[in-house]
């Protein structure tokens, strides 16, 4: 089973305080520019893993979905998302990703936003995505990027005197494997794997790579967080859009 | 016209000496990594960009390439490929790889090792490979990974106090173009481009990624070089696989 760390009610709490930051880099960076690659939805059906408090459902019934299933592994982020981003074509389910090959439904669509990295199998993942795709169906993700989840240490700056970001301690990139970092003050296990892993994963599976994204804020994002300018120095995420060849 | 650095008669002597160490880089990762992802060979035309010595070249005919046209902008460079490495079906042609749109010859393989890097318009080299290669046909390349080509003040490392590497400093990564670096104690120019602009321009170009590797070095390289265990940390090189779709 994967870590639940969103069900520890400390670091809950500090969650839903970082998440209440309207200036925050998924609302600001991540988010615009995964949706940007959104396939047309008109009457597709979605899975969405890791789906937290359901923003992103809520969006692809806007969109046109017909039918929408978010999974989360926390039982406290499905109770805000039922609360907050509740519809009759939503169907919310507390479920690991790793446990996905019980879904009995074909999908369009398999989207993720930021969470494949806290899973340790991803051959596992990327092998239950495509049997759960349609043929020609997408798979739409994004994830830490490797640069940010490579150094064991956790991924450290280096700053000049006056606290500015000079550069980000590149190491331990081509250890794939699980990585122990502090995040709001709790220890949290995540997996690294480098680009190439990444990549010939869902090669192998099959897939064909339609787009990769190394997100960095626009204009109005850095007016709004000007240390976001650090993203240029390397991107905290990647995006990658992928097609199940039939 | 792209630097042509390697016809500069001092930087041409210490690179000649570099690469008498058989221990090397390119010997120990980059070709043998390279090497395995080559296609049948028997009865191909290959083109190799940036061809140097010509040992790609003589390998390509020794693994059944009915022909072989390499090119290199160094006309050093290529004295010593016709005295190295002279076979009748090679023919060795001085050109600037941003030239290549003149050539009337179709191919199975483009391939180049290490010197896409060089290349200021890589859209325009991307387009005009997939006019030279035949449909379904592969290019195959290596270039500097972009965690190395990414500092604009070059690819530095931390040491500790013994001399031993800590960490690459990653910085300016989302910034594509120019990097002034100093090798060899000359002053190289070279082009870094993200991660993804590199695999999105050869998707818009109608080529389908088929491999992604970031070589490591083996046992064997480590026993020969075992300050090659800093490549664990970033790799030196990416290489590329990817097939025109039809």
Known sequence: MSQNIYDNETFFQEYKELRKNVYNYNILVEQPAIRKLLPDLSGKIVLDLGCGYGNNCIDFISKGASKVVGIDISSKMLEIAKKENIHENIKYIQMDMSKINILSQKFDLIFSSLAFHYVEDYKKLICDIRLLLKDNGTLLYSQEHPNTTAPKKGC?????????????????????????????????????????????????????????????????ALKKRPDFIDEFHRTTCVIIKAQLSH
Chains 1, 2 share one sequence.
Request: charged share 30%.
């Open 156 to 220: 450290v700056w280096t700053k000049d005197q006056f606290g500015n970001k000079l550069y980000s301690n590149l190491s331990d990139y081509m250890y794939s494997g699980k990585r122990k970092i502090t995040w709001l003050n709790e220890k949290i296990e995540k997996y690294h794997r480098p680009m190439s892993e990444i990549i010939n994963t869902l090669i192998k599976e099959n897939f064909i790579i339609k787009e990769l994204v190394e997100p960095i804020p626009d204009e109005n």
